[in-house]
């Protein structure tokens, strides 16, 4: 990504299905799901990006899970 690029962010809960499919519809993929965590685990967020059909590039989010009560 580049100053002046244009990127649409959305946040998910199912970023590992919408991957899979991104990647079969032939989609450039930018960076596939991953985390900035350095211990992964059940409450780490995710983050993937790929480019559509135009160029813009999307980004999606899988929030951490959260806290228990």
């Known amino acids: 990504m580049q100053t002046g690029d244009i990127a649409l ?14 990647k079969k519809a032939g989609y450039t993929i930018i960076s596939p799901p991953r985390t900035q965590d350095p211990k992964p685990g059940p409450n780490s967020a995710y983050e993937m990006m790929f480019f ?12 951490a899970a959260p806290a228990p009560k």
């Open 52 to 63: 559509d059909r135009d160029g813009v590039i999307i980004n999606f989010i899988q929030s």
């Open 9 to 22: 962010i959305m946040v998910t809960r199912d970023i590992f299905p919408l991957y899979e499919k991104v």
